[in-house]
């Protein structure tokens, strides 16, 4: 119980860090975030790795880079990235999971070709289910896909095929989760969707639009 007070309340120290990473570790820390030990496995690479992410330098990379669209990403929807303080480092070292979803979620969306919107959400939540990260993921999109077309219901049409395509995706794809993403910043960002057996070109909105008219 001592523990547990002591995680809460370093949590709540971190809330407002400028340093989004620090609260979604602690976050998981006290919530008690597992995965698999299949899982864990395929983790060991990216024990302890957490570069900070630099939009400013990404943005500044050649047109069609991967670290340049993914910086084109964050910027367009206002978006931080999620990078941790050194004084966590052993707690982002017993949380990798947790760090590493937040970390790579938006890195996700740039791959699959997934917005922001629930739909978008949805599609990315799905390929992680397909990929079996955790079973929460798993509780996740089971809720999501009861509350997400009552809370968008103009995007019902979409949310459930974006479900579709993401597990379609998720069961082709490698391993992403325990990709090291940003040591290939500087490639394409097609060269880093055929490493990681995705389709060179991902689906987009107007491709969705077609679909559905």
Known sequence: MFNKLKQIKMLLNYQKSEHLGDFAILKSE???????????????EVVGYHPP????????????????EYAEHMKANH??????????????????FALRYVVTHDIFH?????????AGEIGVLAFAVEQNYSQSLKVGLWLAKLLYPILAPQQIKAIFYNVNKGRDL???ADFLLGYRFEEHWLESTAEVRECLFLPPQPLNDSTLKTVFL
């Open 170 to 172: 998720g069961k082709n």
């Open 79 to 96: 978006l931080r990235p999620f990078n941790v303080s050194p004084e966590l480092e052993e707690v982002a070292r017993r949380n990798v």
């Open 110 to 118: 740039v791959l699959l070709g997934f917005d922001t919107s629930y």
């Open 30 to 44: 006290v919530c008690g975030a597992k995965v698999s030990p299949a899982v864990a496995s395929k983790l060991q």
């Open 53 to 68: 992410i630099d939009l400013e330098k990404l943005s500044q990379y050649p047109q069609g880079s991967f670290g340049r």
